[in-house]
Every structure is written in structure tokens, then in C-alpha cells.
């Protein structure tokens, strides 16, 4: 078996002592990642959207209330 060193390993070795030994831990990151990256995907789409249809949607055509 070769034994691997550097950063790599050590960011593997940092990684599984602090997130995946317990399954509870390893669960909350998963799930907490899902949810950051669903925040980050939905705003950046919604950005690309506005852009865009500038000029074109209702919040740009309608008078403010």
C-alpha cells in the first residue's frame, strides 16, 4: 500500500475527523451544503433572469403601488 502525503491527505484526514466520524455530523453537512447550494443556484438564476427579460416583466412595466 503506498502511503499518500501532502495536502491532500491532510485535508482528508481534517475532513473525516471533523465531518463524517459521526453519521450525525457527516448528515448536517450534507443537507446543510444541499440547502446553500440550492440558495446560491436559485438567486444566480434568478439574476440571469432578470437580466435577461429587463424591461419585460411585470415589475418593470407595472407603476409602483
Known sequence: MVQRTGTLQ???Q?????????????????IGGAIAGEALINNTFDAMWDSANKGKLAKDVLPPE
Open 14 to 30: 481534517v475532513a473525516y475527523k471533523t465531518l463524517f466520524k459521526h453519521n450525525s455530523t457527516g448528515i448536517l453537512f450534507v
Open 10 to 12: 491532510t485535508f482528508r
